[in-house]
């Protein structure tokens, strides 16, 4: 019979833990899938992977295993003479069997007490997935459908890739990278376990006008010149409708107007606010008219917006 080094499989050191190796189990199985791996020999190290897992997880089975001693991968060894006694092997030789044919004959003895005391719990696994929403669906909350591929265990404890559909509802004020929990969405627990849960990775997709920082809107509000040097009222958009903002007279490039209240709701408190930064905007034509004004106001007008830099300058001569 061919020695295999269960725990080099799922490399491991020969004292883990039950959660160890079945986290190692999960990682490696999940690297060497068939449906996730692009090593050429993925397959068959899966399948070792499984084989290992299968012997390692059952108490019986390790201790048995355990028993055999550590051997060079690959050589040739028979197992102690007390072997079969204690662990009640029925193969009269060891002589063409394969360690994974062996193991799978003591298994009778778990499945017995488990019967006796009742199959341990365990929690099914947590998922996570991301989720991509308009600006508009964050700010009123949607439903959204999920069409997953995830890894679950069958009744043997091997992993395989199975589709999930669902559909979930996402909350108003939903914000860029907010992590939503959805209880008991995840995968199914066992021997009384609770289910898993579906975490959701919100991603909120460009807007043309709107950019969003929290519970914050930002927005470019272009006004002509003579808008920002007058004041007076302009009209602007939010995730709400239209609403005039009033602008102050002499209003600068780069400052920033708030509108409180209008920007996505909070799931405790106040809304953000809307947020319009201001960019001055110079006609791209011209009527005869307003050349002959802009003319005149060049020539009325004793601003100098070099002033203060051309003032450095002077300094420093």
């Known amino acids: 019979m061919k020695y295999k080094d ?17 986290k190692a189990y999960r990682k490696l199985a999940h690297k060497y899938h068939p449906d996730v791996s692009k090593d050429p020999e993925g397959e068959e190290k899966f399948k070792k992977v499984g084989e290992a897992y299968e012997t ?4 019986d089975k390790r201790a048995a295993y355990d ?15 007390d072997w079969k006694g204690q662990f009640g092997d029925s193969h009269a030789s060891f002589e063409d069997v394969d360690l994974s ?8 003895g ?23 929403i308009t600006l508009e669906q964050a700010f009123g909350g949607t439903e959204v459908e999920l069409n997953l591929s995830v890894l679950e265990s069958d009744e043997s404890g091997l992993l395989r890739r199975v589709p999930r559909a669902l559909k979930v509802r996402i909350p108003r004020g939903a914000t860029e990278g907010q992590r939503l929990r959805i209880a008991g969405k995840g995968g199914k627990g066992h021997g009384g376990g609770r289910d898993g849960d579906l975490y959701l990775d919100v ?13 914050d809107l930002f927005l470019d509000l272009p006004l002509a010149p003579w808008e920002a040097v007058l004041g ?32 996505l709701p909070k799931p405790v408190g106040d809304p953000g606010d809307l947020i319009a930064i201001v960019q001055i905007v110079l006609p791209t034509e011209l009527t005869d008219g307003e050349r002959q004004l802009f003319t005149r106001l060049a020539e009325e007008s004793k601003f100098d917006p070099r002033a203060r830099i051309m003032s450095e300058v002077r300094d420093e001569l």
């Open 110 to 132: 778990r499945r017995r007490s488990e019967r006796g005391r009742g199959v341990p719990r365990q929690s099914g696994e947590d998922y996570e997935s991301t989720v991509r």
């Open 232 to 263: 007076g009222s302009v009209e602007i958009p939010t995730l709400r409708g239209s609403v005039r903002l009033k602008v102050l007279p002499m209003t600068q490039a780069g400052q920033r107007l708030r509108l409180s209240g209008r920007g």
């Open 56 to 59: 390692l997880k059952n108490p």
């Open 101 to 108: 044919d062996l193991f799978a004959s003591i298994a009778g």
């Open 6 to 22: 269960y725990y080099a499989v799922l490399d491991v050191p020969r004292d883990a833990t039950a959660a160890d190796i079945k």
């Open 67 to 81: 028993r055999l001693g550590t051997h060079v991968p690959g050589d040739d060894f028979e197992p102690p003479p």
């Open 203 to 215: 991603h909120l997709e460009p807007h043309p006008l709107f950019r969003v920082d929290g519970h």
